[in-house]
């Protein structure tokens, strides 16, 4: 089992910035990728940022330029950092890492989601 610890988020001003973390513990062999992801009411969960391994990053077209993402691999940890924030960036933030795990009947590679956090921009 993994567990995920999510933090940072809030409620904050429009053009006002956060930042979230995300820290993964466990029978960790490696981490293959982190991310966050994110979803508004009535949304479908959708892709904010995700980093792999070897730190390529990909990013929803919509927060391209404002948001980054970076992650500590010795604390196994992922941040996202969120700045010009805008009212359409309210949602709950997902935090989601893809492991591979220490099991019984040896290594699994398995995803995994945090609690979630709310972060709510007004206007």
């Known amino acids: 089992q993994v567990q995920l610890v999510e933090s940072g988020g809030g409620l904050v001003q429009a053009g006002g910035s956060l930042r979230l973390s995300c820290a993964a513990s466990g029978r960790i062999l490696s981490i293959n990728a982190m991310g966050w992801y994110r979803q508004a009411p009535g949304k479908q969960r959708e892709l904010v940022a995700r980093?792999?391994?070897?730190?390529?990053?990909n990013y929803a077209d919509s927060v391209k330029g404002r948001f980054t993402i970076s992650r500590d691999n010795a604390k196994n940890t992922v941040h996202l950092q969120m700045n010009s924030l805008k009212p359409e960036d309210t949602a709950v933030y997902y935090c989601n890492v893809l492991v591979t795990t220490a099991q019984a009947m040896g290594a699994m590679l398995d995803d995994y989601w945090g609690q979630g956090t709310q972060v709510t921009v007004s206007s």
């Open positions: 980093i792999r391994s070897r730190g390529v990053t």
